[in-house]
């Protein structure tokens, strides 16, 4: 069965990020000129507008900076057997921001600026998701 | 900054009516607002020569409009790819377009099969491109989800509560109530609020708004043709359009914005009260965009009627009730009388300004303050009469 949820559709900019993903590596971007970190992927450096971007490892560490809990499905036949979910806002160490999952604890576990680590989930054989658990035991 | 004080006004409002299911297509409740709106002001379609919308999700092109209420010669056409941030900004548009000289009446409408089509809240497709890959994949998909998220952020800097964000929807249906226009004119408890379904913690069923099939037209004008026009002209005193850094990529993205617990109108309140020449407390009635009971908060603090993070007190005690010192959303909003993408709090606020609000009128209203969007950009005018 094929799965049903979405996927990421790859664009050369977001390539990078998806492919480490895959092999167990969350990656930034940080500008080669002015230093910058930044999250979603871009071309251009939204503070000094650089082209030239190096690709740095995340040490995939980072607090919940907000959460919502995801209790009616939509589309209903395709998060029916997942409610209730956490998404969260996750302030990466590094300085940004990125959207995942909080796993491995219920809804109730999570609180502002709990402490989070990555998680590497492979949902088919091309997309790697990275997630997020409590750095501490629940 | 926006320099045409008082210089443009409405002269007429069109609405369908707002229901779950139009069975008509969008083209046809557009047209149908619009040949209303003109009919209102006294005007005829060949006066018409300049038309302004958005179309976020369903829509249909000006040009479509125009062709089929006979317009002799559109001279402007725009569809902003925008959603209900540009709910007063395609009317601010239209001033500029007139004031330009690229037309000379001009309408503004949206109109959409809210529920029975395109539903705003139903999900994405499940390709998730652009910014989406980042957000889609996790199950963060729709808007009362995008939002949830801001509202956590509130809740966790200044402890903002259910019971504020449900006096909000409280106090929305109770007009509502007292408006024929409204899709719900049942009773609301706040024991019916905190009772609602939780959909997407914290928000529950009763904190976002209505999906309508429906459509609103707002016809401006120069403010001296609109004095020799069948209503009374309501004038554009103000209006702003913008955000802060990082907007986002599209409407849903707020991955960079810098605070969650503050939205657009913090940006844009310098810009609107100079532009009007007024301040929060000259306004008479306010007609907040309330897609979401949260929003509403922010756009208070933003705009400068309370302080940061006390938006959540304020709402409480009545004071935005009909009888309160700040009567707001006196036709029920988007919560409560339908979901016309925020271009129906227009049409109440000219209501309220010619006093043609019945039994929901605000007695003595001179000013009203209406607000378009909730995240990262929107609008906002202020209207008197």
Same mark, same amino acid.
């Given at each position: ?15 990078? =990020? ?44 980072? /607090? ?12 209903? +036949? ?30 109730? +576990? ?13 949902? /088919?054989? +091309?997309? /790697?998701?990275?997630? =997020? ?6 | ?53 958005? !179309?976020? !999700? ?14 002799? &010669? ?13 709910? !007063? ?24 099969? %809210?529920?029975? %089509? ?9 390709? &998730?491109? %652009?910014? *989406?890959?980042? *957000? ?26 259910? $019971? ?56 401006? *004008? ?15 005193? %103000? ?23 503050? !939205?657009?109108?913090?940006? @844009? ?13 000259? @306004?008479?009635?306010? $007609? ?8 509403? @908060? ?11 993070? $006390?938006?959540? $007190? ?5 004071? @935005? ?65």
């Amino acid at each position: 069965m094929s799965y049903p949820k979405p996927l990421p559709v790859l664009d050369p900019e977001t390539r990078p =990020f998806w492919e480490a993903c895959r092999q167990g590596r969350l990656l930034l971007q940080c500008c080669a000129e002015c230093g910058h970190p930044r999250f979603p992927p871009t071309r251009f450096c939204s503070r000094c507008n650089s082209a030239k971007c190096e690709w740095i490892e995340s040490k995939g560490e980072g /607090t919940v900076f907000s959460w919502i809990v995801v209790r009616h499905p939509v589309p209903r +036949d395709v998060y029916a057997q997942d409610v209730p979910y956490v998404v969260a806002l996750v302030e990466l160490a590094e300085g940004v921001r990125i959207p995942s999952n909080i796993v491995e604890c219920t809804p109730e +576990d999570i609180s502002a600026g709990m402490p989070v680590k990555v998680v590497f989930r492979p949902v /088919t054989a +091309d997309i /790697t998701l990275p997630l =997020f658990e409590p750095t501490k035991a629940i | 900054m926006y320099s045409l004080r008082d210089k443009y006004a409405i002269s007429g409002v069109g609405w369908t009516d707002y229901s779950k299911d139009s069975g008509r297509t969008v083209r046809s409740l557009a047209s149908e607002a619009c040949l209303k709106a003109i009919g209102d002001a006294g005007l005829s379609v060949k006066d018409i020569d300049g038309f302004v919308s958005f !179309n976020f !999700n369903d829509s249909v092109p000006a040009i479509s409009v125009a062709t089929e209420i006979g317009v002799p &010669a559109a001279r402007y056409a725009n569809d902003f790819l925008s959603g209900g941030n540009a709910a !007063n900004m395609i009317v601010l548009t239209a001033a500029a377009v007139i004031e330009a000289g690229l037309a000379e009446n001009v309408v503004c409408y949206r109109a959409m099969n %809210g529920r029975s %089509g395109f539903r705003l809240g139903g999900g994405r497709d499940l390709s &998730a491109y %652009g910014i *989406t890959q980042f *957000t889609a994949p996790f199950g963060w998909i729709t808007y009362p989800q995008a939002m949830a998220m801001w509202c956590r952020r509130h809740m966790i800097e200044y402890g903002t509560n259910a $019971e504020q964000l449900g006096e909000i929807a409280v106090t929305f249906r109770k007009n509502a109530m007292l408006n024929e226009r409204a899709m719900q004119r049942e009773p609301m408890s706040m024991d019916d609020y905190m009772n609602s379904r939780m959909i997407v913690d914290p928000f529950r069923m009763y904190d976002i708004c209505l999906e309508t099939d429906g459509a609103c037209a707002v016809l401006v *004008t120069r403010a001296e043709r609109a004095r020799d026009l069948a209503q009374k002209p309501v004038y554009i005193s %103000g209006g702003a359009y913008g955000g802060g850094p990082d907007q986002g990529e599209d409407l849903f993205d707020a991955i960079r914005w810098p605070d969650h617990s503050h !939205n657009y109108a913090k940006y @844009i309140a310098d810009d609107l009260w100079k532009s009007a020449g007024m301040g929060p407390s000259d @306004i008479d009635v306010a $007609e907040i965009y309330d897609c979401f009971t949260y929003s509403v @908060i922010m756009q208070l603090e933003g705009l400068g009627f309370c302080k940061e993070g $006390e938006g959540g $007190e304020f709402v409480r005690g009545g004071r @935005i009730a009909r009888d309160g010192a700040l009567p707001m959303n006196t036709a029920g909003g988007l919560l409560s009388e339908g979901y016309i993408h925020g271009l129906n709090h227009v049409i109440e606020a000219v209501h309220q300004l010619r006093g043609q609000a019945g039994a929901r009128q605000v007695a003595g209203a001179e000013t009203c303050l209406t607000t378009a969007g909730a995240m990262t950009c929107g609008s906002a005018m202020v209207l008197r009469n």
